[in-house]
């Protein structure tokens, strides 16, 4: 079982940054996927970056156009998402997950891959 904890999320100007932060419980951290899904209002939930088991590989959308950047640290079981240039489509609850993979080099982009969900925290964007 793991529990995934966010925090960092809030209200930003457009243009602004914010750092997620996710901590993670359990010993076997290095052994899941990681990844960053946000949900708008009225909007399916959506991947946004994704980062394999040893921190090597990371993976994401299209829509984020380099401006964000997932990171995680296993020495302290939490994964990151740097938002910079934030825009107001930015604007959603921003979740972590954790997916139990076996190849060192995967990154799930769809939900399905994932095992575990934290309880999302809003990132909010003013124009």
């Known amino acids: 079982q793991v529990q995934l904890v966010e925090s960092g999320g809030g209200l930003v100007q457009a243009g602004g940054s914010l750092r997620l932060s996710c901590a993670a419980s359990?010993?076997?951290?290095?052994?899941?996927?990681m990844a960053w899904f946000r949900q708008a209002p009225g909007k399916e939930r959506e991947f946004v970056a994704g980062?394999?088991?040893?921190?090597?590989?990371?993976y994401a959308a299209d829509s984020i156009q380099a401006r964000f950047t997932i990171s995680r640290d296993n020495a302290k079981n939490t994964v990151y998402l740097q938002m910079n240039s934030l825009k107001p489509d930015d604007t959603a609850v921003y979740y972590c997950?954790?997916?139990?993979?076996?190849?060192?080099?995967?990154?799930?982009?769809?939900?399905?891959?994932?095992?575990?969900w934290g309880q999302g925290t809003q990132v909010t964007v003013a124009s």
């Open positions: 997950a954790a997916g139990l993979v076996g190849r060192p080099d995967w990154v799930p982009v769809a939900s399905r891959g994932y095992d575990y």
């Open positions: 359990g010993r076997t951290f290095n052994s899941y996927a």
């Open positions: 980062v394999s088991r040893g921190g090597g590989r990371t």
